[in-house]
């Protein structure tokens, strides 16, 4: 069983930026994709970034991309995701999560994946 624990979320103004961190534990996959979600109330969860181990496969939502960007470090197990140019609508909760990598499968499926932080909250306001 593997644990995620997120940081890195809080509050901050429109424009303004942060970077979230997610440290793996426990089992560990050889070889797995790691993800950003995030999940509003009311709302469905939604794939932000993912990332294949071997940094080669890469997404990032359409609603993201220019402004956020998904990193990994293998040796150390973690994945992060730096969000610059900050939207009110980017307010959510973020949630990373881990999957075994697998044959076949896009790195911009959203399904399949067995470990998830407990999130962190991340709001934009003045």
């Known amino acids: 069983q593997a644990q995620l624990v997120e940081s890195g979320g809080g509050l901050v103004q429109p424009g303004e930026s942060l970077r979230l961190s997610c440290t793996a534990s426990g089992r560990i996959f050889s070889k797995s994709d790691k993800a950003w979600f995030r999940q509003a109330p009311g709302k469905e969860r939604e794939l932000v970034a993912a990332?294949?181990?071997?940094?080669?496969?890469?997404y990032h939502a359409d609603s993201v991309k220019g402004r956020f960007n998904i990193a990994r470090d293998n040796v150390k197990n973690e994945v992060y995701l730096q969000m610059n140019s900050l939207k009110r609508e980017d307010k959510d909760v973020y949630y990373c999560?881990?999957?075994?990598?697998?044959?076949?499968?896009?790195?911009?499926?959203?399904?399949?994946?067995?470990?998830w932080g407990q999130g962190t909250q991340v709001t934009v306001s003045y």
């Open positions: 990332l294949r181990w071997n940094g080669e496969d890469i």
């Open positions: 999560a881990e999957r075994r990598t697998a044959f076949r499968t896009r790195i911009s499926d959203a399904d399949g994946y067995e470990y």
